[in-house]
Antibody
Framework: EVQLVQSRAEIKKPGESLKISCKTS????????IAWVRQMPGKGLEWMGIIYPGDSDTRYSPSFQGQVTISADKSIDTAYLQWSSLKASDTAMYYC?????????????????WGQGTLVTVSS | QSVLTQPPSASGTPGQRVTISCSGS????????VNWYQQLPGTAPKLLIYSNNQRPSGVPDRLSGSKSGTSGSLAISGLQSEDEADYYC???????????FGTGTKVTV
């Protein structure tokens, strides 16, 4: 059974650092892209970036480039999202997701499995 | 910032049919497939439709998807109270070289 289990909710102060995790199981971690998706309170879904744990190839949405760091540890099948200096505007739910690619006449890309989400609250 | 546009809300009575539109461009829906996600209140989103019109195992056939040009649509037939949720379209974007979501549609039954 495919599972993405995220770390617990966090309450932090502005300026603090944070690293949240996404422990995966039930599939070969190094052969799938893993992405992070943000959902601010009462708002929609935003793609932040993606990593291929097999070779650590990482890409970011322009909106998040330089704001966060995505990494992975293939020895423990876990992906990470980290901040070096949190802001109040980082308050949101963060989801890790597995990217599925289906190749036919057109390649389809979609997120087939989602983690349960990690709520990050940044407040002084 | 979302690059796929959806109506903010849609509603219907039990048993009715509701359709949600998703408007994109040549760099996303026009050149790639459309996917749909359902987010029930207080839960993580779930894949509902992939590759324009394919349903994952467990998704009832009263939900269907389609694509035409740079737009996609999701239809819910035989509307039920359990369909009350937020629905998001999404697609790969070749210009962004990343994934884009729609603005989201809240369905009320």
């Amino acid at each position: 059974e495919v599972q993405l289990v995220q770390s617990r909710a966090e309450i932090k102060k502005p300026g603090e650092s944070l690293k949240i995790s996404c422990k995966t199981s039930g599939f070969t971690f190094i052969t799938y892209w893993i992405a992070w998706v943000r959902q601010m309170p009462g708002k929609g879904l935003e793609w932040m970036g993606i990593i291929y744990p097999g070779d650590s190839d990482t890409r970011y949405s322009p909106s998040f480039q330089g704001q966060v760091t995505i990494s992975a540890d293939k020895s423990i099948d876990t992906a990470y999202l980290q901040w070096s200096s949190l802001k109040a505007s980082d308050t949101a739910m963060y989801y890790c997701v597995r990217l599925q690619q289906l190749v036919s006449d057109v390649t389809s890309y979609f997120f087939d499995y989602w983690g349960q989400g990690t709520l990050v609250t940044v407040s002084s | 910032q979302s690059v796929l546009t959806q109506p903010p809300s849609a509603s219907g009575t039990p048993g009715q049919r509701v359709t949600i539109s998703c408007s994109g461009s040549s760099s996303n829906i026009g050149g790639n497939t459309v996917n749909w996600y359902q987010q029930l209140p207080g839960t993580a989103p779930k894949l509902l439709i992939y590759s324009n019109n394919q349903r994952p195992s467990g998704v009832p056939d009263r939900l269907s998807g389609s694509k035409s040009g740079t737009s996609g649509s999701l239809a819910i037939s035989g509307l039920q109270s359990e369909d009350e949720a937020d629905y998001y379209c999404a697609a790969w974007d070749d210009s962004l070289n990343g994934y884009v979501f729609g603005t989201g549609t809240k369905v009320t039954v």
